[in-house]
């Protein structure tokens, strides 16, 4: 089966619910972020862990994807680390609230993109490559 990469646009509950479960445990270098203020738009690069690939028993994939998030008049951070090359986030979940989109991951680092009628495009920007490491998630 030939690889398909993934280009989708959301803007309510179930696209962002969808967005979460596509990016969850991915990798995602500080320096890969970056708020437009102009333009009103948070960019990352990530590499993310293809759930899809697994599902499909392909194996272990990942696959780097850029998201984009349109109409963000402010970013917050809560514990973020400086933006260097050696600073990689790892993502967990994402909530969806009234005038704000809520990024979180691991050691309780919080990004929180402030606006009203956030949407986001996300977008892979390469073919996937196998991986050993699987996301472990103990109960």
């Known amino acids: 089966m030939e690889f398909k990469k993934i280009h989708l646009y959301g803007s309510d ?3 962002y619910q969808v967005l979460s479960a596509l990016i969850q445990d991915a990798a995602i270098p500080t320096s ?10 948070f960019f ?6 293809s759930w899809e690939s697994r ?6 994939k990942r696959i780097v994807s850029g998201i984009c998030f349109d109409n963000v008049i402010e970013v917050k951070k809560k514990n973020f ?9 790892n993502f967990l979940t994402l909530k969806k609230e009234r005038g704000f989109i809520e990024l979180i991951f691991s050691n309780n680092i919080l990004i929180k993109l402030v606006g009203t009628n956030i949407s986001f495009r996300i977008d892979d920007l390469n073919k996937e490559w196998p991986t050993i490491f699987s996301p472990n998630h103990k109960n």
């Open 55 to 60: 599902l499909q028993n392909k194996g272990n």
């Open 81 to 89: 680390p400086s933006f260097n090359l050696e600073n990689i986030l």
């Open 44 to 49: 990352l690069v990530c590499s993310r862990f």
């Open 13 to 15: 509950i179930e696209d």
């Open 32 to 41: 890969e972020m970056k708020f437009d203020k102009v333009e009103k738009q």
